[in-house]
């Protein structure tokens, strides 16, 4: 497929920063909000729509979603860029069409969190199909408790790979490193470490709990982000792990934050 130039290619750049730049508020608000719960100040364990839900709440709500959404489909195209073009080079064997899929399928996730954006806008209360409908509805299918087993893996998978960027410094290749200081790469390094680590404990919680769900047959077993983070609190030590936890997403959204200044999104 040819590549995009000119007029397209500043497209595709304006549309991936925004896409960064709305995915780390809606992590640093996922965040925040767990950090809240954990001192006692109100918040709430929850995932990506609690989190749009409370952002909704606040003064210029609806400027706010509206600039969400916008971004949100923004961070989709880039995805779909991503997989369709290879902007990143990730060629045609199997490692690289798996990965390729990985960007349509996070793009797609990201579309469907815009969506409840714009429907928090038009005040009609946004989605609120939980993970454990939602493998509900796959498993009454042929083959779908294979199929939540296989999503399970596949955030194993994503989970350790999270964890594995965060230490070895994966991420920098994609950073025009020659626009930062020092000390901005060092804070940048230090904070995206954190927030890879953070969002890959998160994705392994997840998937632990999806294996489960497929292995016992009870789609009650399942838990998406929200569910992950409520676990924790229920742990020995809770309100300090989620408190780690939490500050570890805040971490997250602003290694997307740094993704929407520094990284190279050419397609």
């Known amino acids: 497929m040819d590549h995009p130039s000119g007029n397209t290619q500043r497209l595709v750049t304006l ?4 896409g960064y730049t709305a995915k780390g ?3 640093i608000t996922i965040g925040w909000l767990s950090m809240m719960a954990t001192m006692g100040m ?3 364990n929850g995932g990506s729509s609690d989190a749009v839900r409370e952002l909704a709440s606040q003064p210029f709500g609806g400027v706010m979603m509206t600039l969400l959404s916008v971004g949100l489909f923004g961070y989709t195209a880039w995805r779909l860029v991503q997989a369709f073009f290879d902007a990143e080079h990730k060629g045609r064997d199997w490692k690289g069409i798996l990965t390729r899929l990985g960007y349509v399928l996070s793009g797609l996730i990201y579309a469907g969190i815009a969506i ?3 429907e928090l806008l038009l005040d009609n209360g946004g989605s609120s199909s ?3 409908s939602q493998t509900r509805t796959v498993m009454a299918h042929p083959g779908g408790i294979v199929a939540i087993f296989l999503v399970g893996l596949g955030f194993l998978g994503v989970g350790l790979r999270q964890i594995w960027r965060g ?3 994966s991420y920098e290749k994609n950073w025009h490193l020659e626009q930062m200081s020092h000390r901005q790469r060092l804070i940048a390094a230090n904070v995206s470490r954190v927030g890879l680590t953070a969002r890959g404990i998160v994705f392994m919680i997840i998937a632990l709990f999806l294996c489960l769900s497929a292995i016992n047959t009870d789609p009650s077993d399942a838990r998406g982000l929200g569910g992950a983070l409520r676990a ?3 742990q020995p030590f809770g309100p300090w792990l989620l408190g780690l936890v939490a500050l570890g997403l805040m971490a997250y959204g602003c290694y997307c934050l740094v993704n929407a200044r520094f990284r190279n999104v050419n397609a």
């Open 15 to 18: 549309a991936a920063r925004c």
């Open 232 to 234: 924790v609190a229920e």
């Open 167 to 169: 230490w070895h410094h």
């Open 42 to 44: 109100g918040g709430r």
């Open 130 to 132: 939980s993970t454990s």
């Open 116 to 118: 409840n954006c714009i």
């Open 25 to 27: 508020m809606v992590y």
